[in-house]
């Protein structure tokens, strides 16, 4: 695939860019290793003056990051503001946390004393140079919320992109090195797919986040394993949304239309399956419907879009194949189920709603990556958490109620990462992020998002030895 800036709106490639060769990598590589040595050894207090400035320059550059994300993956406008704000809240809250997160963790007395240790506890310490392979549907949120947590930990950042946003990555070297992070600090490899292999091979390189599919997660994975490296994935998600009879269904429907359509439907965390039961199955859907068909799907850069293009071609003829299989077995197109009229050049797909739609039917079991919504008819809560859970993916739920027992079993049984209870899922600095089955390991965001390219250091200090 080339790295080359494709509008999605248009199809037309602005701009194109030489990957790097094999020279390029290997200076990268040799600076985050030097740059390492350096950074890890720097105080909470240094640490964290970079990030606040790295966020200053980010909220002053909010406008033209956000239009260059626009363009390059067609998310609106509107949206794309927004992940430019909450990457300066993450990169603030990181500042400001990272040494409370990573202090010293002390044992009682009581746990340790039968160790003979006079003093005991666990000290964390980075890792290393660390490799973010990321996608394209977010492409400043995901790499912020790797590398605020990573940098402030004292590891330094190699950053593998999506090839189709390259002015985006490369916007984020700039953003740290303008910051005053030290060379190799954070550094953006402009490379294709098939030199990740051996980059993640290479002895400097200490770890690996990836999020994306399933395929790119289990070939990063099975080289990290045979180099015995930690990784941390995230990868797709088919979340359930679940409305109950005493759910406000109003305002369950109206928060269903955001959930699904977030960022032109292409988010992992998307409420994807939206499960309804029986005594309230009506009203549900015919408030869903009319709300998803209302939307105005068009110019990503125009205020008054509510949906931009998809951003690639490739991912609109998926997703329309993923549609057209469920209407041959027997699903019932609501709304949408088209590319929308007027709109010929770029990869638009009109908001879709399907009823009807069962086991058999692919759209069941894959991840729809788009304005494609598919709502489900149970008749109680055993059902309805037998459907959520019928998929290979767990990254995230979303469960509408009032009944505190309703809570408490979805919590109990719901197999995800998350369940939000009347609202949708969303990513937020302080809680941890990531999913279970195919949706990949290990958590980003929190405390437990920075610990996890940390090495967990116990440190046993003898007690003197008695005089004899």
């Not at 490739?314 to 709304?335: F, I, K, Y």
């Amino acid at each position: 695939m080339p790295i080359a800036t494709v509008n999605p709106a248009t199809g037309e490639t602005l701009k194109t860019f030489d990957p790097l060769d094999d020279d390029g990598v290997e200076q990268r590589l040799a600076a985050a290793d030097a740059a390492f040595r350096h950074h890890r050894a720097t105080s909470f207090a240094e640490r964290a003056r970079l990030m606040e400035r790295a966020a200053d320059l980010l909220e002053r550059d909010q406008e033209d990051i956000a239009r260059t994300m626009t363009t390059e993956m067609g998310k609106t406008l509107a949206a794309a503001r927004a992940e430019a704000a909450k990457c300066v809240k993450a990169m603030r809250w990181y500042a400001a946390n990272a040494e409370r997160l990573l202090a010293d963790e002390h044992p009682s007395d009581a746990d340790v004393r039968d160790s003979g240790a006079a003093t005991a506890r666990v000290h964390y310490r980075p890792l290393g140079p660390v490799l973010a392979v990321m996608p394209w549907n977010f492409p400043l949120w995901q790499v912020v919320r790797f590398a605020a947590p990573a940098l402030m930990a004292g590891n330094t950042a190699l950053l593998k992109h999506a090839s189709s946003v390259p002015q985006t990555a490369l916007y984020l070297e700039d953003l740290f090195r303008g910051a005053g992070y030290p060379e190799g600090c954070f550094s953006t490899l402009l490379v294709g797919t098939d030199a990740v292999e051996g980059i993640l091979r290479d002895p400097r390189v200490a770890a690996a986040t990836l999020t994306g599919s399933e395929a790119a997660g289990r070939a990063v994975a099975s080289v990290a394993g045979d180099e015995v490296k930690k990784t941390v994935l995230e990868l797709g998600g088919s979340d359930p949304y679940l409305v109950l009879p005493s759910a406000d269904v109003e305002r369950a429907a109206a928060t269903a239309v955001t959930a699904r359509v977030q960022n032109n439907g292409q988010s992992c965390i998307a409420a994807k399956r939206f499960i309804v039961h029986t005594d309230v199955f009506d009203a549900f859907e015919e408030r869903f419907t009319a709300a998803m068909a209302a939307l105005t799907v068009g110019d990503p850069m125009a205020d008054t879009t509510d949906v931009g293009p998809l951003a690639g071609e490739r991912g609109r003829s998926d997703l329309e194949e993923l549609v057209d299989d469920a209407v041959r077995a027997g699903a019932e197109v609501r709304c949408g189920g088209r590319r929308p009229e007027g709109l010929d050049r770029g990869w638009y797909y009109a908001p879709t709603v399907l009823t009807g739609v069962t086991p058999r039917m692919r759209i069941h079991r894959e991840e729809a990556f788009g304005p494609v919504a598919v709502l489900y008819r149970v008749a109680d809560l055993d059902e309805a958490l037998a459907v959520a859970n019928d998929t290979s993916f767990g990254l995230s739920s979303n469960v509408w109620t009032r009944d505190d027992a309703d809570v408490r079993r979805c919590v109990l049984e719901l197999q995800a990462g998350a369940v939000f209870v009347n609202g949708m899922t969303a990513s937020h600095p302080a809680l941890p992020f990531g999913g279970v089955k195919r949706s990949g390991y290990g958590r980003e965001l929190a405390g437990h998002g920075i610990k996890e390219f940390c090495n967990a250091t116990t440190v046993w200090q003898a007690a003197d030895t008695p005089d004899r």
